[in-house]
């Protein structure tokens, strides 16, 4: 399956997950694979750090559109 580009700014959900909206907030690069830092939307104190290569992926996390 193909991967989408993302970018720092992006909202995505988790695919079959609670509708919960996390924002793209910093990528780590200095990390082999690289890792994103997401902010939940309506809480940006909660964060989590997840690979690049598993939020680009379409079978884990979606794109949403604000």
């Not at 989408?4 to 910093?26: A, C, D, R, Y």
């Not at 997840?50 to 559109?65: K, L, Q, T």
Request: hydrophobic residues 40%; proline residues 8%.
């Amino acid at each position: 399956m193909a991967k989408i580009p993302v970018e720092i700014g992006q909202s995505f959900h988790k695919t079959g997950s609670p509708l919960v909206i996390w924002t793209l907030h910093s990528i780590n690069d200095s990390t082999k694979p690289a890792h994103a830092r997401l902010t939940k939307l309506d809480d940006p104190t909660t964060s989590i750090t997840v690979s690049i290569d598993v939020v680009s992926d379409p079978r884990y996390w979606a794109v949403v559109d604000l």
